[in-house]
Nanobody, 114 residues
């Protein structure tokens, strides 16, 4: 199983970015799919997760600004990030929970300048 993220970059505070993630390999579906982030010197924290049925959970710090969505047929998950703040700066990792285990992408850098 491979998990690949895209869409990171540099943006000014108040701007928007959209992250995308695709899980591929000998799989037909995924259970929970989510986004996590890790800032320098800090632990990796949950940003948002979505179940196969579409139920979502968000970190308090991103509620109302970020939206997670998925396409079950394509096994993709996106994260729309609006009203970005400098404290959102981190490496963002995609996670896919599949029958055979939990799989991580390599991460994509998001930098928000003030």
């Amino acid at each position: 199983v491979q998990v690949v993220e895209s869409g990171g970059g540099l943006v000014q505070a108040g701007g928007s970015l959209r992250l995308s993630c695709t899980a591929s390999g000998s799989i037909f579906t995924a259970d929970d799919m989510g986004w996590y982030r890790q800032a320098p010197g800090k632990q990796r924290d949950l940003v948002a997760v979505i179940t196969r049925g579409g139920s979502t959970t968000y970190a308090d710090s991103v509620k109302g600004r970020f939206t997670i969505s998925r396409d079950n047929a394509k096994i993709t998950v996106d994260l729309q990030m609006n009203s970005l703040k400098p404290e959102d700066t981190a490496v963002y990792y995609c996670n896919a929970v599949i029958l055979s285990g939990s799989f991580w992408g390599q991460g994509t850098q998001v930098t928000v300048s003030s």
